[in-house]
C-alpha cells in the first residue's frame, strides 16, 4: 500500500493519514480531561493542605510569642515567684499545642497520601490511553529497540524520540527461544577449524549459524544494529554490529572484519540486509506492549501534567503533513489521501476541516489549540511547506 497526496506525489510517511488524525482527535478528547481532572486534585488538595499549614503556623507563632510576653512579663515585675506559674502555663500551652499540631499533621499525611494513590491511579489511565497511539502514531520520531532472549521468552524495550518528547515501552515477542533463523533466516560466517584424522590442520570454513540463539539485540531507526548471538552450549559466541554497507563481526572478541582471510569472506551486501529482515520481525512479532513512562524535555509529562505539551508537539508532525494535502488538494476545505495498492488501484480518503475542528472544540481550549497547530480552525492558512519529519 502506498499513500500519495491528490497530486500523486507520496506522503513523508507512509501511514494513513486521516486515520491517524482521528486518533489524534480520539487521544486528545480522552487525554485532556484525565489530565486536567489530576491538576483540578491537586489544586483542590492544596488549598486543603494549605489551611492547615496556615492553621498550625498560627500555633507556632502563638506559643512563641505567648512564651515571649511570659519572660518580658517576669523581667518587669522583677520577682521569681512568678517563674514556676509562668512554667507550668507555658508547658500545659505546649502540651495542648503539640497534640492539636499532631492532629493536624496526621490529617495533612492522609490528604497527601489520598491525593498520591488517586493522581497515581489517573496517570496510569492516561498512560494506558496513550499505549495503543504512541507506538506508531508520532511522525518523525527515532526510535530505539533493545530486545533480549531469557528464560521467561524473549522480551525488551522500545524509545522513542523527537522534538524534546521521549516515549519507553516494555515489549513482549511471539518467538521462544529466539534463533538466528527466525530473527533473519539463513546466517553463514567464517572460520578457522582444526581438521584431519591422523594429522590436524588449521582451515578456514563457512558455519552455518541459523540455529544459534540470540542472546540480545539493538536496532534503531537509522538502521543501525548490535546482534549477540551464541549457540545452545554458551560456548561459541557472535556479535554484528554496524550500520549501512559498513559492518564489524566478532567471535568472542575477536575481531573476523579484520582478519585479511576471514574479512575477505564475509559478503558487507548479505550482512546488510539484516536490518531490513530485524525490522520486519519487529513488525510482525510483537505480541505485547504496554507504555511505561513519557517524557517531555528529560521531565516526567505524566506526573508533571505536560501530557498537553506533548500532544502540542505531535500535533505539529501532523500540521506539516495537514497543510501539504491542503496546499495539494482540490477541495481546501478537506484533507485528502489517495491509497494506491499494489495493482495500481488507488482510492481517495478524506476528513473534512470543519470536522476535525468541532470534535477538537468540544474538548475546550486545548482541543481548539490543537486545531489552531493541525492548522484546521477557521483563522487557518495554508502554511508555508517545512518539514518536521525525519
Known amino acids: 500500500m502506498k499513500y500519495v497526496y491528490q497530486d500523486s506525489t507520496e506522503l513523508p510517511v507512509q501511514r494513513d493519514l486521516i486515520e491517524d488524525l482521528k486518533s489524534l482527535i480520539d487521544i486528545t478528547a480522552r487525554v485532556i480531561p484525565l489530565e486536567n481532572s489530576i491538576i483540578e486534585l491537586k489544586c483542590k488538595n492544596k488549598e486543603a493542605l494549605h489551611e492547615l499549614n496556615d492553621r498550625i503556623t498560627g500555633m507556632n507563632i502563638f506559643e512563641e510569642k505567648l512564651s515571649a510576653l511570659a519572660n518580658r512579663l517576669i523581667k518587669e515585675i522583677g520577682t521569681e515567684d512568678l517563674i514556676s506559674c509562668t512554667d507550668a502555663v507555658l508547658i500545659t500551652c505546649s502540651e495542648n499545642l503539640g497534640r492539636k499540631r499532631e492532629i493536624l499533621e496526621i490529617e495533612s499525611r492522609k490528604i497527601e497520601s489520598g491525593i498520591a494513590q488517586e493522581c497515581q491511579k489517573i496517570e496510569s489511565k492516561v498512560l494506558e490511553v496513550l499505549t495503543p497511539f504512541l507506538i506508531s502514531g508520532i511522525y518523525g520520531a527515532e526510535k530505539r529497540f533493545e530486545i533480549s532472549n531469557g528464560i521467561s521468552g524473549v522480551s525488551g524495550e522500545m524509545e522513542g524520540s523527537v522534538s524534546g518528547l521521549q516515549y519507553y515501552y516494555r515489549l513482549w515477542f511471539t518467538e521462544e527461544p529466539l534463533t538466528v533463523e527466525k530473527l533473519i533466516d539463513s546466517l553463514s560466517l567464517p572460520g578457522r577449524t582444526r581438521t584431519g584424522i591422523l594429522r590436524k590442520e588449521e582451515k578456514i570454513k563457512m558455519q552455518d549459524l541459523s540455529e544459534f540463539l540470540v542472546s540480545s539485540l539493538e536496532y534503531d531507526s537509522e538502521k543501525n544494529i548490535r546482534l549477540v ?128 475542528y468541532t470534535r477538537l472544540s468540544d474538548v475546550g481550549s486545548e482541543g481548539v489549540e490543537i486545531a489552531e497547530i493541525l492548522g484546521v480552525d477557521s483563522r487557518a492558512q495554508i502554511k508555508d511547506k517545512k518539514y518536521l519529519i525525519v
Do not use: H, W
Open 229 to 356: 548471538i551464541e549457540n545452545k552450549k554458551a560456548n561459541r559466541k557472535f556479535r554484528i554490529e554496524g550500520g549501512g554497507l559498513k559492518y564489524f563481526v566478532y567471535e568472542d572478541d575477536r575481531e573476523i572484519t579484520a582478519d585479511k582471510e576471514l574479512g575477505a569472506l564475509i559478503d558487507m551486501k548479505i550482512l546488510a540486509k539484516i536490518p531490513e529482515k530485524i525490522k520486519n520481525y519487529l513488525q510482525a512479532n510483537i505480541r505485547t506492549y504496554t507504555l511505561s513512562k513519557v517524557l517531555l524535555d528529560e521531565e516526567d509529562a505524566v506526573s508533571t501534567n505536560q501530557i498537553f505539551d506533548c500532544l502540542k508537539v505531535i500535533a505539529e508532525q501532523y500540521g506539516v503533513v495537514v497543510q501539504e494535502c491542503l496546499a495539494k488538494g482540490l477541495n481546501k476545505e478537506e484533507i485528502t489521501i489517495k491509497m494506491e495498492e499494489a495493482d495500481g488501484t488507488r482510492t481517495e480518503k478524506y476528513i473534512s476541516k470543519n470536522e476535525m
